[in-house]
């Protein structure tokens, strides 16, 4: 494993590790309030199949959070910086929760290498996206108490079957953020969905959700701009944590598809 650190264009540091060879290399980016170290049971078993790397977005992890702009554009360049800096040529980008909102950002900035995503839990549908008032109504909680609306929004998270120690442990660190970044952050992440549909049709690209049971998804809403979904019942919305090994297995799966659909051209 090889731990470096890249700047983004605003000049803060962007925390990461790599490990194995090849390409294209899997880009792992966390979700919202979260860090690289979620991803830990998948880079070994990844990393069997070529270069992975896993990041800390900026304000979290060990990356640096000297920014006011907490925007997911700046957030997507996090990810263009570390791929610009590792000299990848061809990329997939798997992106849980926040993270798939960033990952198509970053897909904007790195023309011709990505060749696909895979979103975590994060689109069900696209059929209803909130708009900036009902954006505003949702986070204000968290401004107004960060730290207590934060906990309880994680633990709901979880499976009802999730290890208590687990839901404990999450839901404690992610309630523990910057929380100037973490309230701009979700607004802006929540905000960024209404720009999905067009981001889709703009960058053409394979992409796969991998998403727990949700009795509101609506697939025709993701098949019509080409998402393809495979279903995770097993865990809630941190599959990497509650189910690693079932999830990692689903992981390579999405990963294998990304290939194959690639390799067809295979979009709407």
């Known amino acids: 494993m090889l731990s470096v650190a890249s700047r983004a264009p605003d000049g803060v540091r962007i925390a990461y590790d790599v490990h194995g060879a090849g390409e294209p290399a899997v880009v792992l980016i966390h979700g919202w309030c979260c ?10 078993p990844l990393a069997r199949r070529g270069r992975v790397v896993a990041l800390d977005l900026a304000g979290h992890g060990e990356s640096g959070s000297a920014r006011t702009d907490w925007t997911t554009a700046a957030f997507g360049a996090d990810v263009a910086a570390v791929v610009d800096d590792i000299g990848a040529t061809e990329v997939i980008l798997v992106g849980h929760s ?19 995503i895979v ?17 505003a109504a ?49 607004g802006a992440t929540w905000n960024h969905a209404r720009s999905v549909p067009a981001l889709l049709r703009e960058l053409r690209l394979p992409v796969v959700a991998i998403n727990a049971r949700d009795p509101g998804a609506d697939l025709a809403s993701l098949q019509a701009y080409g998402v393809a979904v495979l279903d995770f019942p097993e865990a809630g919305h941190f ?28 979009l709407p």
């Open 98 to 116: 926040m993270g798939a909102d960033v990952a198509l950002e970053a897909a904007r900035v790195l023309p011709d290498r990505v060749r696909g």
């Open 239 to 266: 599959p990497m944590l509650e189910k690693p090994a079932a999830f990692t297995a689903r992981l390579a799966t999405a990963l294998d598809l990304i290939g194959r659909r690639a390799a067809r051209n295979d």
């Open 35 to 44: 860090n690289r170290t979620h991803w830990r049971a998948q880079v070994a």
């Open 138 to 186: 949702r986070v204000a909680p968290f401004r107004a108490d960060f730290a207590a609306t934060a906990r309880a929004f994680v633990r709901r998270l979880f499976a009802p079957d999730a290890d208590p120690a687990l839901v404990a442990r999450v839901s404690e660190e992610m309630a523990s953020a910057p929380e100037a970044m973490a309230c701009a952050a979700l």
């Open 119 to 135: 979103w975590i839990d994060q689109y069900t549908q696209l059929s209803h996206l909130m708009g900036e008032a009902e954006v």
